[in-house]
């Protein structure tokens, strides 16, 4: 064999062997980001069920915040429809959570209800459901990064574009929640 | 009251009469190493000029027997040492160290001989180096609110042989601290100093936490430069995340800014482990200076306090669950 034939089979060997290494990494980053999201699904769906409970505690107590406990049971009950989009149930998900942040501090105004064990223990799960949705925003965010960051550099972004590789969007806030509060304008309201 | 003007009652109304008396006992310790050091010199004379003068004649024997009268010498002139200050030093720890300890760690037990277990050490899974020397001193036990504390001095050592000369490697040297909670975690959590990303920057670090910790996961997290300074395992990537917040790397970036020294955690079970690379030899009176300055004093207290803020800040008896 003479030894341009060798060069030339170790090259291609080498080419094919980089190939597999790089479109490999894709797939796994690609996966890490479903897994990520399937987490974060997992949260949200705990969060989903805790409501239910929550709700009928609440109810007999703050008679006022009927609304806003109508409204979370609605929200609810969209998020877990099969037919909505991500995007959708992104916006669904980001307004339970205002909705049931404002909700625990309406619970300042009602004594009895503080010092229902029921409730104190629903509340507590709820701070750790919330918690852990944050950190599995933030492990689906690092994962999506990693996940573009390989679809975007040379050389995987070659692989990516050959293999339909599709740029993913990081969790987000609305402009509006950038701003920093004004607290004055809290206590005035 | 702050905890340094706390500290500063402390030592103007108690610490400094003890001081002090301990001042009164350095000055006859020294006095004695004088003394010692005279008796050594003499005796050291005597044998090197009686060689001197025989030294035409001397067998290989006799060359022998010098050789091992002036080590022994020197080894008792030091040994002397040790054996003048040891009350010294106990009465320091007892008196002194031991009432700083006191101003925020409840219950306090003191023993200056003993230290961390060695099972406790490893259960820690911070060091996974080879050793074959364990030794230690300053154990302290007590507790922080609901949170039981031990800590110590640690010196990890592996002696191993290059050749013909036997060569003793430091793996450890500094404090060991362990807090145990009232709830446990599902995961550990190890949060290493990244020696490679200070050595070979971010892209080779990365490869080398991956094929360093085989046996759990690496956690990429947010903050550059708590990225910079730790590399984080963990199994549970959610678990990781919500005890190492955004507010906590900052604490932990500001933590190891302040105090230069090395640290690493882990969280195991019901139990934080903590290290500082110290290298050092702490609580330790001297026997020529000062016993112990003002300066000191607050050295002692402030790696104390430290740790004790930091380890509150972290919430972890309302933060972890089951």
Redesign the interface.
């Given at each position: 064999m003479s030894l341009s034939l060798i060069v030339a089979i170790g090259f291609i060997g080498f080419v094919f062997l980089i190939t597999i290494v790089i479109y490999n990494s894709l797939v796994s980053k690609k996966n890490e980001v479903e897994n990520?999201q399937g987490?974060l699904d997992a949260?949200l769906k705990q969060r989903y069920d805790l409501i239910p409970n929550l709700v009928a505690t609440v109810r007999e107590f703050m008679q006022h915040e009927k609304g806003v406990l109508e409204r979370i049971v609605e929200l609810r009950t969209a998020a877990l429809k099969k037919s909505i989009s991500p995007k959708q149930k992104e916006k669904i998900n980001k307004e339970i959570s205002t909705n049931l942040s404002g909700l625990m501090v309406q619970v300042e105004q009602y004594p009895d209800l503080k010092s229902n064990t029921n409730f104190v223990n629903l509340q507590n799960t709820l701070y750790?459901v919330e918690?852990?949705i944050?950190?599995?925003r933030?492990?689906y965010?690092?994962a999506v990064t990693?996940y573009n960051n390989s679809i975007e550099m040379f050389p995987s972004n070659i692989f990516a574009k050959v293999f339909n590789y599709k740029r993913k969007e990081v969790f987000n806030i609305p402009e509006i929640e950038r701003k920093n509060v004004n607290v004055k304008s809290l206590f005035q309201s | 009251m702050t905890a340094r003007r706390e500290l500063r009652q402390l030592y103007n109304k108690r610490l400094k009469p003890k001081i002090r008396v301990l001042e009164r006992e350095q000055r006859k310790i020294k006095n004695k190493i004088l003394i010692t050091f005279i008796v050594y010199l003499t005796l050291n004379i005597i044998l090197f000029y009686s060689f001197s003068q025989f030294w035409i004649d001397a067998t290989d024997g006799s060359i022998v027997f010098v050789a091992i009268t002036f080590f022994l010498l020197t080894f008792f002139f030091i040994a002397s040492f040790s054996f003048f200050s040891r009350s010294y030093r106990k009465r320091f720890k007892d008196e002194v160290v031991k009432e700083i300890f006191m101003l925020f760690i409840e219950d306090v037990e003191f023993i200056p001989e003993s230290y961390i277990p060695e099972m406790t050490f490893q259960s820690s899974q911070l060091l996974s180096d080879r050793y074959n020397r364990y030794v230690g001193e300053d154990f302290v036990k007590g507790r922080v609110g609901d949170i039981k504390l031990e800590f110590s001095e640690l010196r990890v050592e592996r002696t191993t042989r290059r050749g013909k000369e036997q060569v003793t490697e430091s793996v450890f040297n500094g404090l060991f601290f362990k807090y145990e909670f009232n709830k446990a975690i599902s995961n550990p959590i190890l949060v290493h100093a990244d020696k490679a990303h200070r050595l070979v920057g971010k892209m080779f670090s990365k490869f080398l936490q991956r094929i360093s910790k085989p046996k759990y996961s690496p956690v990429?997290?947010?903050s550059i430069e708590f990225e910079k300074m730790f590399a984080v395992y963990c199994d549970d990537?959610?678990?990781?995340?919500?005890i190492l917040?955004p507010l906590t790397m900052d604490k932990m970036v500001k933590f190891q800014n302040r105090y230069k020294e090395l640290i690493e955690l882990s969280l195991i079970d019901n139990c934080l482990y903590l290290i500082v690379h110290t290298r050092k030899n702490h609580f330790e009176p001297k026997i020529f200076g000062k016993v112990v300055s003002w300066k000191e004093i607050t050295e002692i207290f402030d790696l104390i306090d430290i740790v004790k803020s930091f380890v509150a800040q972290l919430n972890l008896n309302v933060?972890i669950?089951r």
């Open positions: 990520a987490g949260q750790e918690e852990n944050a950190a599995s933030r492990f965010n690092s990693d | 990429n997290l947010e990537q959610i678990q990781a995340r919500v917040n933060r669950r």
